[in-house]
Structures are given as structure tokens and as C-alpha cells.
């Protein structure tokens, strides 16, 4: 086959699968076996276009492609197809009707709104809360962002095979547990709409953590990931914590030309230079918070971690940065998820808003917290916050520490420079 | 990847129903994530040149309207194949008319 028509399959698959396996799932009610009739399409599709030419409508084709082999399927297959001849009863529509009399209808076919709807219950379905957290990741990306198993094994760095079981076993919890395909019901939505969340934002720091060297799909994960939260936003615009994600990773985004060095050092938010801030995903962020602050509902956490990372954007210089509203930011955060590492950076906004000593207040606190007992950032922090106030021997003590925690070889040198600084 | 795709003038007038093809097409990439930004350009534009250091300006419009933009989108997507793809669907509803599609270099090029 020639490259470019593979590549152009391959481009209609990445576009369309996700709605195409939304549609089929409403109508055979299981994700898996919708994956498996639309990855048939696809096959078919590669053998076919090669010779016939892209059709004027290609995701249609593979959706009426797939439903032809939804039904060759019911009928070979009395158990199914009783279930579905009950289904297409029960339903008022003319969408389910036509399942079993063929899909004539070109239009409803590919009814946007409700294959909207359909993508909807998709992404609520395949993070659901009874698949292991790495059996959700796999699945979203499979299912909603058509990637492939091999793509999804190389940006997470495990053995194929081991991406492959998660996904079968997923599909499996799904079937055998019979969780129904559809939008949560009120009472189990904020539970639902947070393991959804959970997993796109899992994505994009599976993302965010890649470094240099690292394969093309690592830092791909951050941009699948704000596509889906993208998608997220528009298919659920009255979820305040959407749209605070989708502004959370739209500003991160924003920051990705100017984290890292020519050589491939992290540099930190306030040595960035912030010429090389992208101003396009910054304004898409803003305008995402506005959104999730115009719906008039407490904010969660997503928001306000949205808005302590607009705080950095909105300010010129380093030197600009309102830390005093951070700070209040965190400690509104610190309320609604009582962590350490969010205590943590309280007590560096508390310590640039209102001086070193009240940020090493907070983290005396957090001497005895065993999370982070190992966290090289703890530490870091706190001989920072010591060398500011003139204590430097604790301070040398803290860096040492800190580099003796880091993994990361650039950080440990950096880290050793600063406590040799303190001993002279 | 960003790409920005421009359509020039001199194609047809659009009438009533391509405006709404038009409108359902930019929902359809707003909705799939891809639209970052799109508008219409006025076509009596400012051309500008400059030689060694020296700006001249001429007002538009220009003779030839095919060779003006007049419209763009910015769209980011996860290969240069869907954007070609997302061409098609978009030269598929204006039938006729030329324009360009060049990629952009963000944030992650």
C-alpha cells in the first residue's frame, strides 16, 4: 500500500474511531466487542481505500462498515440478537429500530448530536472506577484517543504484551460486571466525573515527566491528553472541574518551550523565560477558567490548581508573581485535598509572600509526614528557606539530604553546589 | 502539531447554505479538540516592503484576489495526515477555490 493512503487511513482512524466505537457500544452494549467490530472496519477499510479511494465521508463508511458487522453478528448469534430485538423494542427511536432492519438511513448514521451524547457515555465507561487506574489509562487511550497498543506501550515504557493484558483485562471488568453504558446517573456522577479526570490528567503527566531522549509518544501523551480534555469540555460544559483541567493543562502546555534547556535541564517556573510562554495556549487557558467560574459552582481542585498556575502566567516577571493570592489559593487547595506535597507548596508561596520564617513554619509541620519522608523537594525547600533566613549549617545539612534523595543527576549537582555555597 | 490553513479569494460567493455547512464544520473541530483560532481577513490589506531599511507601504486591495488570504484556521492536530484530512472535509464543503496549508512551529517544535 502506498504510504500516504495508509497515512490517511490511519489519520480518519485517529479523527473517527472514538465516535465510531461510542455509536456501536450504544448498540451492542459492550465496549469491547463495539473496539472489535470497529477495528474490523478499519481493516477492511485498509484493504478496500487503497483500491476505491478514500470515501467523501469516511467515518460514516466505517460506521455503517461496523454496523453491518454488528448485525451479520446477532444473527449468528441468537443470545445477542435477543437481547438487541428486546433493546430495539424497548427503544422509542428510529436509530435502534434500524439496527435490525439494516442502516438505511445515511443521516442517522452519523446523527452528531447523538453520537455526542454516545462519546459522552464512552469516556465515562471505559475510566469507570472498577478498572485498575493503569487498565483506565490503556482503555481511554485505545478507545478514545485510537491509538494503538504499540503506541500505548512505548509512551508508558512497558512491554507490549503488558499494555495488550490491561486492556483485555478491562474489557473483561466491563463485560463481566455489567457496567452499563451510559452517563452516570446525579448521585454517582462527581465520583465518575473524578476518575475521568483522574485518568486524563494521568496522561498528561505520564507526558509532562518525559525527557529528552525519551520516545516521540511520551511528550504526544500531553497533547492527546489536552485533546481529550478539550473534547471533555465541549461534551460536558457544565462541569466547573473540566474546564479548570483543560485550563490547567493549557497553561502547563504553554510552558513547554521554556522548561527545559538547551541540554536538557529542567529549568524552573521562575527562571523560565517567559518570552518563550506560548501566549495563544495561555489565553485558551484564562478563557477555560472563565468558563468554569462563569457555572457559579464551588470551585474543586483542578480549578484552583488552574488558577495558581494563572497566577504565574499573568505575571511579567518572576518578580511580579502575586504570591500572597497563591498562597490563599493553596491554602483554599490544602482544605479540599489535605496533602503534603500541596502543604509543601503552600509553604513556599507563604514563604515569598510573607517572608522565609513563616514558610518554614509549615514545613516543621511536615518533619514527620512519612510520604514524604523520601522526597527530595522536602528537604530542597526547606535548606532554601534556612539559607535565606542566615542558618546556613541546617541549610547544608537540608541540601545534602536533598541531593542524596534526587534521582536525577543534573538536580544532585545542583543541589551539592548549593550546600558547598553554604559552607563558605 | 499546528498547522494553519488559509483559503484564498476569488472563489465563489457563499451563499445561505455554505455559510451553514461552514458554521457545522468549525463546531464539528471545536468539538474534536482541533480549532485553536480561525477568522476572516479583510482583503483591502497594507502591504509592506522593505529594501535596506526602508519601509514602503501600499494599500490594498490587490488586483488579484486569488492570491490574497481572506480567511484562516489554526488547528492543532496529531499528524500532518489529519490535517490533511481535515482539508478535505473543508475543500469538500467550499467546492471551489484554492488556499495553502503550512505548518506552524509551537510548543512542541
Redesign the interface.
Known amino acids: 500500500m502506498a504510504p500516504d493512503s495508509r497515512?490517511?487511513i490511519?489519520?480518519?482512524w485517529?479523527?473517527e474511531s472514538a465516535r465510531i466505537v461510542a455509536g456501536l457500544a450504544r448498540m451492542v452494549r459492550d465496549v469491547g466487542l463495539a473496539e472489535e467490530l470497529a477495528q474490523d472496519a478499519l481493516v477492511a477499510a485498509l484493504e478496500q481505500w487503497p483500491e476505491s479511494g478514500v470515501p467523501?465521508n469516511?467515518g460514516a463508511w466505517l460506521m455503517v462498515n461496523a454496523r453491518h458487522r454488528a448485525i451479520d453478528r446477532f444473527r449468528r448469534n441468537d443470545r445477542l440478537a435477543s437481547r438487541i430485538t428486546e433493546l430495539a423494542h424497548q427503544a422509542q427511536d428510529r436509530h435502534q429500530a434500524s439496527i435490525v432492519n439494516g442502516p438505511a438511513d445515511f443521516d442517522a448514521v452519523i446523527d452528531?448530536d447523538r453520537l455526542?451524547d454516545d462519546l459522552l457515555r464512552l469516556i465515562f465507561t471505559a475510566c469507570h472506577p472498577a478498572l485498575s487506574t493503569e487498565s483506565r489509562v490503556a482503555l481511554a487511550l485505545r478507545v478514545l484517543g485510537g491509538l494503538t497498543t504499540e503506541e500505548i506501550a512505548r509512551a508508558f515504557l512497558v512491554p507490549e504484551p503488558t499494555v495488550a493484558q490491561r486492556i483485555v483485562r478491562a474489557k473483561r471488568t466491563l463485560a463481566d460486571r455489567r457496567i452499563p453504558f451510559e452517563v452516570p446517573p446525579p448521585a454517582q456522577r462527581a465520583q465518575r466525573l473524578a476518575s475521568v479526570l483522574e485518568v486524563v490528567y494521568l496522561i498528561f503527566n505520564e507526558g509532562y515527566v518525559a525527557t529528552a531522549g525519551d520516545d516521540w509518544m511520551r511528550?504526544?501523551l500531553?497533547?492527546?491528553a489536552?485533546?481529550?480534555?478539550?473534547?471533555l469540555a465541549?461534551?460536558a460544559p457544565d462541569e466547573p472541574e473540566v474546564h479548570g483541567l483543560v485550563a490547567l493543562m493549557e497553561i502547563q502546555?504553554?510552558r513547554?518551550?521554556a522548561r527545559v534547556g538547551p541540554d536538557g535541564e529542567p529549568i524552573a517556573i521562575l527562571e523560565q523565560n517567559r518570552g518563550r510562554w506560548?501566549q495563544?495556549?495561555i489565553r485558551?487557558g484564562y478563557l477555560a477558567l472563565l468558563r468554569a467560574e462563569r457555572i457559579g459552582r464551588p470551585v474543586g481542585p483542578y480549578v484552583l490548581q488552574a488558577a495558581i498556575a494563572a497566577c504565574h502566567a499573568q505575571a511579567r516577571s518572576a518578580h511580579d508573581t502575586d504570591w500572597g493570592r497563591i498562597a490563599s489559593l493553596y491554602q483554599t487547595l490544602a482544605r479540599l485535598t489535605p496533602t503534603p506535597v500541596v502543604e509543601l507548596n503552600r509553604a513556599v508561596a507563604v514563604a515569598m509572600a510573607y517572608g522565609p520564617d513563616r514558610g518554614l513554619d509549615i514545613l516543621d509541620a511536615l518533619a514527620a509526614e512519612p510520604a514524604l519522608r523520601d522526597y527530595h523537594l522536602l528537604p530542597s525547600v526547606r535548606g532554601d528557606l534556612l539559607a535565606r533566613v542566615g542558618r546556613t549549617e541546617e541549610a547544608r545539612a537540608e541540601f545534602q539530604r536533598a541531593a542524596s534523595l534526587t534521582r536525577n543527576a543534573r538536580e544532585r549537582a545542583l543541589l551539592l553546589d548549593r550546600a558547598e555555597a553554604c559552607a563558605s | 502539531m499546528r498547522f494553519l490553513m488559509t483559503m484564498n479569494g476569488g472563489g465563489p460567493q457563499p451563499d445561505q447554505q455554505l455559510y451553514a455547512e461552514m458554521e457545522r464544520f468549525v463546531e464539528e473541530l471545536t468539538k474534536a479538540g482541533v480549532l485553536l483560532a480561525t477568522g476572516g481577513l479583510d482583503p483591502a490589506g497594507t502591504h509592506i516592503r522593505a529594501a535596506d531599511g526602508t519601509v514602503v507601504l501600499t494599500d490594498g486591495p490587490y488586483t488579484e484576489a486569488k492570491e490574497t488570504i481572506v480567511s484562516f484556521a489554526l488547528i492543532d492536530v496529531r499528524s500532518k495526515a489529519e490535517a490533511i484530512e481535515l482539508s478535505r472535509r473543508f475543500w469538500a464543503i467550499v467546492k471551489d477555490g484554492e488556499g495553502d496549508m503550512r505548518q506552524v512551529f509551537g510548543p512542541e517544535t
Open positions: 497515512a490517511a490511519e489519520a480518519v485517529r479523527l467523501a469516511p452528531d455526542d511528550p504526544a500531553c497533547h492527546e489536552l485533546r481529550l480534555g478539550r473534547v465541549e461534551l502546555s504553554s513547554t518551550r506560548d495563544l495556549l485558551r
